[in-house]
């Protein structure tokens, strides 16, 4: 299946924008895993097991993935939105 | 009709002019805690080494020395920014990174013991190939600079706004060029300082001099791995931060590790030396820049890349591309942009940035290459001005809507005051007029907590006092929201009180920057105000006969609309609250641009900022041809800043923007060896403008009013500092008719360019 994915920022691997086609029945969590493999990005530093609002906000078809019941472990289907959010600290 | 204020608009005396006139105000280097320790830190002779060993066993032994740290005895977690580029540790573990790095501190019963501890410990450098400039950190092979990154570009930025293909195609004239800066320090006059202090449950208290206090806090509890509640921040007041105090640094963190480590209160000063050495500076900029014009100079399209050279963390460097990137839509019209940002890791002291953030590089290589293009079509750079400048309702190529402009009359101003006509018919030899314009964003939303809030509190003798999370920095923002919650409540500027600004009794806000302060947390005290006349009006209104919201405060009163005999002197009703009632009576206000979108950090486009201040600055100046020096005459500043709040504060933050960035386009160059050793690392060698090297400045104020922002008024402070650096070179070409793309522009420069004109 395959999933679109949409950020506020670039991520490497990721600039085509078409998404990322992943086995059917995968999670938001398996989902972030290609996206780190992909771009570097480590979505869980020191051994998380969730994402740190201050750091990340990511939304499935628009909905904030700690709404859905099964949070990262929730089942993507086809064609489905995700959006990644990084949320900066500071200013100039 | 244009509203009458009696607060608003007024130059009332500042908040803290008198202790800081009487030197009664005290900062964190001049405070005190019972049993306080006082630490030093030891610096890295080299730029760039392995420090496989750090033996600080001599040290500790040393009498009077109670406690030594490294960066070995903190968790290690990275810091920064965004969390994708967190690349910054409290002290270095395993390498050195750039001359002057702290790589271990000391705290001793006094200052001579610490210093002499700091002889005791021995650090083994294993050194390694420097990176200096950006060229050096992109060639092949270069040494890798950030042990948290496998490459030295350590951000970039792609942008296009609008059809630049068909605005090149529609030009009738190409101007392209590539121009180039150093690195320059930030040139606050209080050094870093702080005292740390922990408690029996193991809180932490560290008082320092912070620009942005709340992001030095976040960043600092992530890098010590204890939740905010751990932590309590106050600011004591700040000697200036011009964006060079808004991030943790070692001082802080060792601080507060030695005050963990000993029990005790620690205090560390760094000296200037120290800060001009291996704290924040402004990156060093290659950029090349090409302009598409109409024979009558209308400006078609744009193509900018910009490569920064930043030290060797990112720090704020991708805010530093972006705002390079994506305020090339201001203050000129351009229908089209393509930009291309890179940020590099180099092994020369970290950069932030200073005043005006990167839109200073960005508007001398802009209004630079305007003034090039006009030379080639022989077009008056007025009228070329004129022609470009953003106007009332403008959107830009990347969507910022620009709601009230007044630059076109800022340009007016300052070429009539200026004289440019007359200049033009007769002159004194050697002497030329240069004019640059900009404009900067009354603060952005970058993401992340941007919201602003204030409370007041009601005293029983009818004061009230403010407090904001905002920072008094030295640019008066206390001063402007005393007269905000005086005018609104209407009482005299005196029964205004400014409060401490301490993270267990403030709200927090986002920090001291962008020219948000004024704009956001000033919005957020009229709400305040509100707030507060709201709940005293429901306290009244029954013995007053009157609805709560027919009620009105002015003149230290509360009355009824349109009958002001049927009202009650304020403090009364302050009473009747208290004594009567025993209601507390706080007035809480917030507020946040949520109209405008959150930054892209992709694209760049979106709606960025309200409150667009504008400026228009004819800087006139004379050339020694036999030395190339540079003589100031004459500051010009046409200025936008919709309503002024304070006209005197206001003129002080223009003019001394157009001051600071003058060392920059004239003098001030941060200079290292070729191992990435600081050099004029001391004020007597690195020369930054004083009151002798200044012209005389004029600000020509231009009242607008901005629809959101409070009372009209707009940030300013940062708008002449972009606009000056072109001015001052427009103004060399126009005296003597040569160019300098590379800052800074000094006399030999000069010299060797009118020899080179001349054939000799």
Partial sequence: MQIRIESNFVITGLEGGDGLALEEESTLRQLLARVEGLSGLDFFPRGSEVLDPDDWEVDINNVPHYSYERRLETVLKDADLVVIRVVATGGG | ?760
């Fill in chain 2, 1 to 760: 009709m244009k509203k009458e204020y009696k607060v608003v608009g007024k130059s009332v005396e500042r908040t803290d002019a008198r202790p800081k006139v009487t030197g009664k105000a005290r900062y964190a280097g001049d405070l005190v805690a019972p049993g306080m320790l006082h630490g030093k830190i030891l610096r890295s002779p080299v730029a760039h080494a392995n420090i496989p060993n750090i033996d600080t066993s001599r040290a500790i032994a040393l009498p009077g020395v109670l406690g030594v740290i490294t960066g070995r005895d903190f968790p290690g977690i990275p810091f920064g920014t965004r969390p994708d580029i967190r690349d910054q540790i409290p002290m270095p573990i395993t390498k050195v990174h750039h001359f002057g790095e702290g790589v271990a501190a000391v705290a001793a019963i006094d200052e001579d013991t610490a210093e002499e501890a700091l002889d005791l410990i021995r650090v083994d450098y294993e050194e390694l190939p420097v990176v200096l400039t950006a060229q050096d950190a992109l060639a092949a092979g270069a040494p890798l600079v950030n042990e948290f990154k496998k490459s030295n570009i350590c951000y970039q930025s792609d942008f296009l706004f609008g059809d630049v293909e068909k605005g090149f195609a529609e030009a009738d004239h190409i101007q392209e060029q590539a121009f180039s800066s150093q690195r320059v320090t930030v040139g606050f006059i209080e050094p870093h300082a702080c005292l740390a202090e922990v408690d029996n449950s193991g809180r932490i208290l560290l008082q320092g001099s912070k620009q942005s206090p709340y992001i030095t806090w976040r960043h600092m509890c992530r890098a010590l791995d204890v939740p905010l509640s751990s932590m309590r921040i106050i600011n004591p007041f700040v000697g200036g931060g011009f964006s060079g105090k808004h991030d943790p640094m070692d001082v802080d963190f060792a601080a507060v590790k030695l005050a963990q480590v000993t029990g005790r209160p620690v205090k560390i000063v760094l000296n200037n030396g120290e800060i001009l050495a291996a704290y924040r500076q402004r990156n060093a900029m290659n950029a090349r820049l090409r302009l598409g014009v109409k024979k009558n100079g209308q400006i078609t399209a744009l193509h900018a890349e910009n490569i920064l050279e930043g030290g060797p963390i990112s720090g704020i460097g991708p805010f530093n591309i972006y705002y390079y990137g994506a305020f090339l839509n201001i203050p000129y019209k351009i229908p089209a942009i393509e930009y291309h940002g890179k940020l590099v890791y180099s092994n020369r002291a970290p950069c932030g940035t200073v005043r005006g953030q990167e839109i200073v590089l960005a508007q001398f290589c802009l209004d630079s290459l305007l003034h090039m293009a006009g030379e080639e079509l022989g077009l008056d750079p007025v009228e070329m001005r004129q022609i470009n400048a953003v106007t009332d309702n403008w959107t830009c190529a990347n969507g910022i809507k620009c709601d009230v402009s007044g630059l076109p009359e800022c340009i007016t101003k300052s070429a009539e005051k200026v004289a440019w006509k007359e200049s033009r018919k007769a002159r004194p030899a050697d002497r030329g007029i240069g004019f640059s314009c900009a404009s900067h964003p009354s603060g952005p939303r970058l993401g992340g907590h941007f919201g602003s809030a204030v409370v007041l509190k009601l005293m029983e003798d009818g004061k009230v006092i403010v407090t904001h999370g905002g920072t008094e920095i030295g640019q008066g923002a206390n001063t402007v929201f005393c007269q905000m919650a005086a005018e609104e409540l209407g009482l005299p500027y005196e029964d205004i009180i400014q409060g401490v600004s301490d993270s267990d009794t403030t709200i927090f806000d986002s920090g001291m920057f962008g020219d948000r302060c004024t704009y956001w947390d000033g919005n957020a005290t009229i709400a305040a105000a509100q707030d507060l006349k709201k709940q005293l009006a429901e306290i009244v209104a029954a013995e007053l006969g009157a609805r709560p919201e027919d009620l009105e405060f002015a003149d230290a009163c509360v009355f009824v609309r349109d009958n002001p005999e049927k009202g009650m002197d304020f403090q009364r009703a302050v009473r009747r609250a208290y004594y009567e009632k025993g209601a507390p009576l706080y007035g809480r206000g917030h507020w946040s641009a949520t109209d405008i979108d959150v930054v892209d950090w992709k694209t760049g486009k979106g709606n960025l900022a309200h409150g667009l201040d504008f400026i228009a600055t004819a800087i006139e100046l004379d050339v020694d041809r036999e030395t190339g020096k540079v003589r100031l005459l004459r500051g010009i500043h046409g200025d936008d800043a919709g309503q002024p709040i304070n006209p005197a504060m206001l003129e002080g933050q223009v003019n001394g923007g157009s001051a600071h960035l003058t060392g920059q386009a004239l003098w001030e160059d941060s200079l290292y060896d070729e191992k990435g050793r600081a050099i004029n690392y001391s004020w007597r060698d690195y020369k930054q403008p004083t009151a002798m090297d200044v012209p005389e400045y004029v600000v020509e104020h231009v009242h607008t009013h901005d629809p959101y922002g409070p009372f009209g008024a707009k940030g300013a402070g940062e708008a002449s500092s972009c606009s000056s650096m072109a001015a001052i070179a427009n103004g060399i070409y126009d005296a003597v008719g040569v160019r300098i793309t590379d800052l800074p522009i000094t006399a030999e420069k000069i010299l060797a360019a009118l020899n080179a004109k001349e054939g000799k």
